[in-house]
């Protein structure tokens, strides 16, 4: 079993319909996450940042932390042809290592 | 631009070549992290450093190696390349050596072993 999982999808959704992607993982000591999104041929970006438990929103984009769960989420209102990229979870314990999940896919058809 | 710089871009080579990949981190970070990234695996933690020294070995291959020079820029040496090293290797740097607020991460280096 891999520390996260993450559907790759692929995700298709109309403009300005409400995307939403997931992660779930395994280890109980992760306490920070993160939501990286990766356009075609670039390096990942960091689009969300979150300690601990909770929710936290950006403009279009929340993220939403389930530790008893062990479960977080994104949700990107309004989504524009713009969105359409690559979404990777990440998430730590704390130390120098980031385990990421494998990436949704997602496009969003004008 | 994300800060990180990666040299180079694309790079085609045979089995059992050896290659250099290098990186220079945004302007202040003092760690670098190598990342493999394949379609099958996804991101995989290779190694870190952190103001010249090896912090952190993951799943990297005894064929692969690393380190960082003063100026703090990064090589990743692969040699002995095999078929299944084709992949993307990102470079990554953060201020500290932990890594938990987020990692930049460059462009990364499309390598193609034929």
């Known amino acids: 079993q891999k520390e996260v999982e993450q559907d790759p999808g692929p995700l298709s959704v109309p403009e300005g319909a409400i995307v939403s992607l997931n992660c779930t993982y395994s280890?109980?000591?992760?306490?920070?996450f993160m939501w990286y999104r990766q356009y075609s041929r670039k390096g990942p970006e960091l689009l969300m940042y979150?300690?601990?438990?909770g929710n936290k929103e950006d403009g279009r984009f929340t993220a939403q932390v389930d530790k008893s769960s062990k479960y977080i989420s994104l949700f990107i209102r309004d989504s524009q042809p713009s969105d359409s990229a690559t979404y990777l979870c990440?998430?730590?314990?704390?130390?120098?290592?980031?385990?990421f999940g494998a990436g949704t896919t997602v496009t969003v058809r004008a | 631009d994300s800060g990180v710089t990666q040299t180079p871009k694309h790079l085609i080579t045979a089995t059992g070549q050896r290659v250099t990949l290098r990186c220079s981190p945004r302007?202040?970070?003092?760690?670098v992290y190598w990342y493999q990234q394949s379609l099958d695996q996804g991101l995989q933690f290779l190694i870190q450093?952190?103001?010249?020294?090896?912090?952190a070995k993951g799943n990297i291959l005894e064929r692969f190696s690393a380190q960082q020079f003063p100026d703090l820029h990064s090589e990743l040496n692969l040699s002995s390349l095999e078929l299944g090293d084709s992949a993307l290797y990102f470079c990554?740097?953060?201020?500290?050596?932990?890594?938990?607020?987020?990692?930049?991460f460059g462009s990364g280096t499309r390598l193609t072993v034929v």
């Open positions: 990554a740097s953060s201020l500290g050596v932990q890594g938990y607020y987020g990692y930049t």
């Open positions: 280890n109980s000591a992760f306490q920070y």
């Open positions: 979150t300690y601990s438990s």
């Open positions: 990440a998430m730590s314990a704390g130390d120098y290592k980031l385990s």
């Open positions: 302007s202040g970070d003092l760690s």
């Open positions: 450093y952190y103001n010249g020294e090896e912090r």
